[in-house]
């Protein structure tokens, strides 16, 4: 039986697109259908693109949407959720029922510069005031606290002392495009699991682009020596 998903976009949804991208090539779409398209926003420029490639949409009433989630969910019989720019909380019956079935996707290297509040430009403003020299994108599966649950991969992406957080949020951005919709499609496979001891499962190995701590050079000696005068 292939899986059933519903993507939960609040803004532009470009997320949503890289994940319709991925799963419409070759035999994923035979594995993972995008069922769902639900919002909070009536605006949400996830909608056209929704549209666009024939996916139902549901424009959730925030106010009322804690008795009708998983009604509107199991009307659409849906077995995954991936949160995608969804800046509300999720009702904890919902997360609870979907436990190492719902996911989401933050804009840092959580737990740094995550939990309430710190969501879309927020993160890279912060980012960039924190003077960190490394940000980058994670794939977490989704738990009653914001942007807590276990953590499924991490990609980093460096931050250059010029950087806007406009620079920083384009970066991680194109990073989450491509990381994203691979562990979607891993996790409503049930190639990635979550165990019962919260521990994730079928993980590939971390592939980092840029350095690993394994092959840092070895720093040199006179590191911290004050500067001569
Ligand atoms: C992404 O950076 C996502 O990680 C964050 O909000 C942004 C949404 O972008 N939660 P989009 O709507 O997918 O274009």
Redesign the pocket.
């Known amino acids: 039986m292939s899986a059933r998903l519903a993507v939960f976009?609040?803004?532009?949804?470009?997320?949503?697109?890289?994940i319709l991208d991925y799963l419409s090539l070759g035999t994923r779409s035979s594995r993972v259908e995008v069922a769902l398209m639900a919002t909070d926003r009536k605006d949400?420029?996830?909608i056209a693109r929704a549209r666009q490639s024939a996916v139902p949409v549901a424009i959730m009433d925030v106010a009322s949407r804690t008795d009708g989630l998983g009604a509107l969910l199991a009307a659409h019989d849906i077995t995954h959720i991936a949160?995608?720019?969804?800046?509300r909380f999720v009702p904890t019956d919902v997360t609870a029922s979907f436990r190492g079935r719902i996911v989401?996707?933050?804009?840092a290297l959580l737990p740094a510069f995550g939990g309430p509040g710190m969501?879309?430009q927020r993160?890279h403003v912060a980012v960039r005031a924190a003077g960190v020299t490394v940000t980058g994108?994670t794939v977490h599966f989704v738990d009653a606290a914001y942007d807590h649950g276990p953590i499924i991969a991490q990609w980093p992406v460096p931050v250059f002392p010029d950087d806007s957080a406009d620079d920083i949020?384009r970066r991680?951005?194109d990073v989450?495009?491509a990381l994203?919709p691979r562990v979607v499609h891993d996790v409503a496979t049930g190639r990635i699991t979550l165990g019962s001891d919260d521990c994730v499962q079928g993980r590939p190995a971390p592939k980092l682009p840029f350095f690993s701590l394994r092959d840092a050079p070895a720093l040199p000696d006179d590191l911290l020596d004050p500067p001569a005068s």
């Not at 949160?83 to 800046?87: D, E």
Request: hydrophobic fraction near 40%.
């Open positions: 976009c609040s803004g532009g949804g470009s997320n949503f697109q890289a949400a420029g996830a949160l995608a720019g969804y800046i989401n996707i933050h804009p969501y879309g993160v994108a949020a991680v951005l989450e495009h994203y």
